[in-house]
């Protein structure tokens, strides 16, 4: 056994890294190690990855940290997981991939969706009626259809969470917070909706998921030889059971009680809180019995592209801030953010929808798209990239808005995630909302939220409430501006009436 303190893995596969975090058990990083992956759009509102790349990324970020933090294997007493959810992977029994992954924003499977919807079954009542297609059912219904000799040969179609716990430890297990959330396992009806499942022609498909079903962070899963040699680590380390990304972010953030509403903003925008009563009626993606800790509902929506429509405007707009960044030695947000303060709250007259890829809250609809309304000649960069940053939190609030009109308590509001390293964005979030904003220590939310799953498993602690106790502190809060309430509200006013006049049946 190793002499120095014990400290426990957090693995987080992101959309556009994959982040290993060696924390000490008082929620301090003791060392990062971060691997980019990369996400190919073959077709308009597609989005594929290699699942393969995930370990790759998962073996470099692993090995890179332990050099970093000048770790003994032996000092690592835990391992936790965190994956994007509902990115679908069709492989063999062995784990090998029969087609890219189709990751979680992919909205091909939108008439599947509809389909599904369409049987009006009782357990759809948990996602406030509607299925997504970013979800279980109606991709695993696509491949089914569009691709029926990848469907037919998989032995598994899981999730990536599913599939890197399989390369972890060797074993095949099911998430409880994956099904809960995104495949439409409902344990207060009886678990699976086979009916539902059989009406629109997949019965075939449960016999390609895996039998075990574990709670998050729970279970008996240890790290297999083969694994613990590539990552270099100790074959027998515990593994706690995986989950999504946002709900481990959730943990992170120590939003659990009542009133805390967490956001956690990546490419994506998830919006996450606990309840002891089921909150049902909203447009939220849905109320989840037992999703993150059994006997509790938690309540998701999200904006389904966010922090990736910034990185899209980098890439196909920001060339010159980009050479300027260069120039000065610093990262090409930071020129984008000064530019985008020097502009006025309400971006003078620019209105943006972000629904580049859909619109996940509430109006649940995958074939919106984005628009950028009000342009003119006095218009600069600065101004386009705030109109972003405004938009992304106008959706906030009308998704907490919704929320709270169908009985959601909102009073504290936590973000974390990569969106929390901009001053700009988390103050214009504050001011739209008009809402202090909670800032912990460690901004990597989700991979500190795996390291907690982590610590627990090892049994350093109790369950997820006394690891955040002791690992969780918050940092800062971002007060709002008053004197920016009133143009945030007329923008907002604005916003929404521009989803109507953007996607008007007529």
């Known amino acids: 056994m190793s002499s120095?303190?014990?400290?426990?893995?957090?693995?987080?596969?992101g959309t556009q890294s994959l982040r290993a975090a060696l924390v000490d058990l008082n929620g301090k990083t003791v060392a990062y190690g971060v691997e980019p992956i990369e996400t190919t759009y073959p077709k308009p509102s597609w989005a594929e990855q290699q699942p393969r790349d995930w370990w790759a990324a998962a073996r470099s970020a692993t090995r890179a940290a332990i050099a970093k933090g000048g770790v003994d294997p032996d000092q690592v007493v835990a391992i936790g997981l965190d994956c994007t959810a509902c990115t679908v992977v069709a492989c063999d029994l062995d784990g090998e991939p029969l087609r890219p992954a189709l990751l979680w924003m992919d909205q091909r499977s939108y008439r599947e969706a509809d389909e599904i919807s369409a049987t009006g079954d009782p357990v759809l009542r948990y996602v406030s009626g509607r299925v997504s297609p970013e979800w279980m059912l109606p991709k695993a219904l696509w491949l089914k259809r569009n691709e029926p000799e990848t469907f037919d040969r998989a032995g598994r179609i899981v999730e990536c969470t599913d599939w890197m716990m399989h390369r972890l430890t060797g074993g095949w297990t099911l998430s409880l917070n994956h099904l809960a959330v995104k495949w439409n396992y409902a344990r207060p009806d009886g678990g699976w909706p086979l009916a539902m499942i059989a009406a629109v022609g997949l019965h075939d498909l449960p016999a390609k998921w895996p039998e075990a079903i574990?709670?998050?962070?729970?279970?008996?899963?240890?790290?297999?030889?083969?694994?613990?040699?590539?990552?270099?680590?100790?074959?027998?380390?515990?593994?706690?059971?995986?989950?999504?990304?946002?709900?481990?972010?959730?943990l992170g953030l120590g939003a659990t009680g009542d009133g805390d509403v967490a956001l956690i903003v990546g490419s994506s925008t998830c919006h996450l809180a606990q309840t002891r009563e089921g909150v049902f009626g909203s447009g939220a993606g849905g109320c989840y019995p037992d999703a993150t800790v059994e006997g509790l509902y938690t309540i998701e929506a999200g904006q389904t592209a966010t922090g990736s429509i910034l990185d899209w405007y980098r890439r196909h707009f920001a060339g010159r801030e980009q050479a300027e960044a260069d120039a000065k030695g610093v990262n090409v947000y930071t020129i984008l953010d000064e530019k985008a303060a020097a502009v006025p709250p309400g971006a003078e007259g620019l209105v943006v929808r972000e629904d580049w890829q859909g619109n996940r809250s509430p109006y649940k609809n995958p074939q919106a798209r984005g628009a950028i309304v009000g342009l003119s000649l006095a218009h600069g960069p600065g101004h386009v990239f705030r109109a972003l940053y405004e938009a992304t939190a106008m959706g906030t609030r009308h998704i907490l808005d919704d929320a709270s009109a169908h009985g959601l308590n909102v009073e504290r509001v936590f973000i974390g995630g990569g969106g929390a390293k901009s001053p700009l964005w988390l103050q214009i979030h504050a001011d739209v909302l008009q809402k202090p904003i909670h800032l912990t220590r460690e901004g990597e939310s989700c991979a500190l939220g795996s390291a907690m799953t982590a610590a627990v498993a090892a049994g350093v602690y109790q369950d997820f409430d006394e690891a955040a106790k002791a690992m969780v502190a918050i940092e800062k809060v971002v007060e709002p501006n008053p004197e920016n309430a009133s143009a945030y509200d007329e923008l907002f006013a604005r916003y929404v009436d521009l989803y109507g006049r953007l996607n008007d049946p007529a």
Not at 4 to 13: E, F, H
């Open 4 to 13: 120095k303190p014990p400290i426990v893995l957090g693995l987080d596969v």
């Open 214 to 250: 574990v709670p998050l962070g729970k279970g008996d899963a240890v790290l297999s030889a083969k694994a613990a040699e590539e990552l270099g680590l100790k074959a027998g380390t515990p593994v706690a059971q995986g989950g999504i990304d946002a709900y481990l972010g959730m």
